[in-house]
């Protein structure tokens, strides 16, 4: 069992710049990070391998970044130029398939979320 705690949501507005970080008990294969607005189906943001490997929603690439630390245990998703479309909680994901992406499929472990909300 991985558990996973997220940090660093808040409130920011449109062109700013946030950044997240999840520590995490055990490292897995593929980390990431997904969102889920409101009505909206959870998507998948940004993942990475213990390679370095990096995947990246279309809607946010150029504009975030996915990082780990290994030595820390850490996953950071810096997030910048900001738009009120990335308004969502966002989760904090690992998993230890053979296999990253943004796909869900490749995750079993989940953290509790943190919010993100961007103002025009």
């Known amino acids: 069992q991985v558990q996973l705690v997220e940090s660093g949501g808040g409130s920011v507005q449109a062109g700013g710049s946030l950044r997240l970080s999840c520590s995490y008990t055990t490292s897995t294969y593929c980390m990431g990070w997904f969102r889920q607005g409101p009505g909206n189906e959870r998507e998948g943001v940004a993942a990475?391998?213990?390679?370095?490997?990096?995947y990246y929603d279309a809607s946010v690439a150029g504009r975030f970044t996915i990082s780990r630390d290994g030595a820390k245990n850490m996953l950071h998703l810096q997030m910048n130029n900001l738009k009120p479309s990335d308004t969502s909680e966002y989760y904090c994901a690992a998993g230890s398939r053979r296999g990253c992406s943004t796909y869900e499929k490749w995750f079993e472990f989940w953290g509790q979320g943190t919010q993100v909300a961007v103002s025009s």
């Open positions: 990475i391998s213990s390679g370095g490997s990096t």
